[in-house]
């Protein structure tokens, strides 16, 4: 399928711990972007980054991508309870008509306080 | 970042009724807009794409005159969910971009939709 896969499926760590979840995709990309899902709730867009990109940071998160794996990872440093959710990468594929994004199961991040 | 709405949040109907959810871009003119569909504690599914003006892009498996889809204006897109039955329940979420190759997609609240 299209869709990235996130790894690991589950993370458990305590608050103030640094979480890092990966994401492996499966052909060639214009741009992955990772979201957020509290429980219940939309997602929400964390960060974009190009294919073009190596690390993106945005606050406390850390995006890196490794085209030539085919993988990203994000990096949540100083993790709080408030992180506590699930995360997902959707990589955009190169190509025509190739403009929605499609998502894993993602990575559900318990940050235990 | 822009803001995606869903309307309403949460919806309960007897089944074999129709159920619309209303999808609203309110600070960006959405070229594009996506249905998906999420099952509990599961991925999201892509459902439909849609362009304004045009008609939807069903994915493989998703019935098109059971999920109508209509993106009349580059604000509004609306999905009904026609003669609903108790398997339709789920959280139906919409996502809106505006053209260009690294532009953000933005997503409303989801809607979640209790069949009865």
């Known amino acids: 399928s299209q869709q990235g896969e996130e790894d690991p499926q589950a993370l458990s760590i305590q608050e103030g711990e640094n979480a890092t979840m990966n994401c492996s995709y499966k052909t060639s990309i214009n741009n992955l972007q990772w979201y957020r899902q509290n429980s219940g709730r939309g997602l929400v867009h964390l960060i974009l980054i190009r294919s073009n990109e190596r690390e993106k940071h945005s606050g406390r998160l850390r995006v890196t991508l490794d085209t030539s794996k085919k993988s990203s990872s994000l990096l949540i440093t100083a993790s709080r309870a408030a992180d506590t959710a699930s995360y997902f990468c959707a990589p955009r594929y190169s190509g025509a008509g190739s403009y929605q994004l499609t998502f894993g199961k993602g990575t559900k991040l318990s940050v235990i306080p | 970042g822009a803001v995606v709405s869903q309307h309403p949040s949460r919806v309960i109907c007897k089944s074999g009724t129709s159920v619309k959810i209303e999808c609203r871009s309110l600070?960006?003119?959405?070229?594009?807009m996506f249905w998906y569909r999420q099952f509990p504690k599961k991925s999201l599914m892509l459902m439909a794409t849609?362009?304004?003006?045009?008609?939807?892009?069903?994915e493989q498996g998703v019935e098109k005159d059971k999920f109508l889809i209509n993106h009349a204006s580059l604000t509004l897109s609306t999905l009904t969910v026609t003669s609903a039955h108790p398997e339709d329940s789920s959280f139906y979420i919409c996502?809106?971009?505006?053209?260009?190759?690294?532009?953000?997609?933005?997503f409303g609240p989801g809607t979640r939709l209790t069949v009865l």
């Open positions: 600070d960006f003119q959405a070229t594009t």
């Open positions: 996502s809106a971009r505006t053209s260009g190759t690294h532009t953000e997609q933005f």
């Open positions: 849609s362009n304004e003006g045009s008609k939807a892009t069903y």
